[in-house]
């Protein structure tokens, strides 16, 4: 499986990078849960935001490969192995890119402290920021265990659950045309929904927590496919909790600019603003 992984790269890219795209370039960008191997990873969305920000340094914050997934069924779609060559291209071009694998790429994790072709393979990693902070970085599986409720987990970014809201509805809608009573499939998603968000506020705090006890600024993880910022309080100083989000639902990735300001980008949002603001220009382009 490792090797069949490590093959992949060497099939050459099926689109070229475009060369003439702006790049937005920032200091720091963190990107994680990408799932590449599996049906619910966001390939287009991923590689339209590769060849529009450039960066310094990059930190893939794990769940970049499915492994889970590829053993139980290999698939891999020439837009995923576009992934893999345009972040290898650009460890080559200067950025430094920072692999910390997740719980789904752990095979990974054995190559810890080794360098692949520039990319720099880390269990965790400390970033310092512009202006003088420090963040700890981690995928954030490393919690699971203290979470107890953690079986919720298998839940999130699987596309069973968005079927299962979609179908919910539909079968009611259904069995209401046909005069039958409610049916509790609904109820019980919407309890999970309730559990879901009780899950990843008590989560952002577990993580602050550790990060607080080590001593630093913040923490930078994934994992729970949720991008989101919170500050926290420890012992009298403010913790910064930030979640890259991920790649298969919001599409998210976290930048800091060079002055040190943080910024999580929404990129369905990002791409839709630069195709909007793009239109007008090619329309008088075409009238000149
Ligand atoms: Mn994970």
Same mark, same amino acid.
């Given at each position: 499986?490792?090797?069949? $992984? &490590?093959?992949?790269?060497?099939? =050459?890219?099926?689109?070229?990078? =475009? ?14 849960? *990408? ?17 529009? *920000? ?10 970049? $490969?499915?492994?889970?997934?590829? +053993? +139980? ?10 992934? /893999?060559?345009? %972040?290898? +291209? ?6 430094? *890119?920072?692999?910390? !694998? ?11 402290? @080794? ?32 979470? @107890? ?5 298998? #839940? ?10 979609? @179908? ?12 039958? !009573? ?6 019980? &998603?919407?309890? +999970? *929904? ?12 577990? /993580? ?23 500050? #926290? ?30 910024? %999580? ?9 630069? $195709? &909007?603001? &793009? ?10």
């Amino acid at each position: 499986m490792a090797d069949r $992984i &490590a093959r992949l790269p060497r099939r =050459p890219s099926r689109r070229p990078e =475009p060369i003439d795209a702006a790049r937005r370039r920032y200091r720091t960008v963190w990107i994680s849960d *990408v799932h590449l191997g599996t049906k619910g990873c966001n390939a287009e969305l991923l590689i339209d935001f590769l060849d529009h *920000v450039d960066s310094e340094t990059m930190y893939l914050v794990g769940d970049i $490969i499915d492994g889970w997934r590829l +053993k +139980k069924k290999f698939y891999w779609p020439a837009a995923h192995n576009d992934i /893999v060559w345009r %972040i290898m +291209k650009r460890a080559r071009r200067g950025t430094r *890119v920072v692999y910390i !694998p997740g719980n789904h790429d752990e095979m990974f994790r054995q190559f810890t402290g @080794l360098n692949f072709g520039g990319i720099e393979i880390r269990r965790a990693a400390f970033h310092d920021t512009a202006d003088g902070r420090r963040l700890m970085v981690l995928h954030g599986d490393e919690f699971d265990a203290v979470m @107890l409720s953690h079986r919720w987990l298998a #839940f999130v970014g699987d596309h069973a659950y968005h079927l299962m809201m979609r @179908l919910n509805l539909v079968v009611n809608a259904v069995r209401r045309g046909l005069g039958l !009573p409610y049916w509790s499939l609904s109820k019980a &998603a919407k309890h +999970k *929904v309730k559990n879901a968000a009780q899950f990843i506020g008590r989560y952002e705090e577990v /993580v602050a927590r550790a990060a607080g006890e080590r001593g630093v600024d913040g923490v930078v993880c994934g994992h729970i496919h949720t991008a989101e910022f919170r500050s #926290f309080e420890h012992n009298g100083r403010t913790i910064e909790y930030w979640n890259d989000g991920d790649w298969v639902e919001g599409c998210n990735a976290l930048a800091e600019h060079h002055d040190g300001r943080m910024e %999580i980008l929404h990129w369905p949002e990002e791409m839709q603003r630069r $195709i &909007a603001d &793009a239109a007008p220009a090619g329309e008088a382009r075409a009238a000149a």
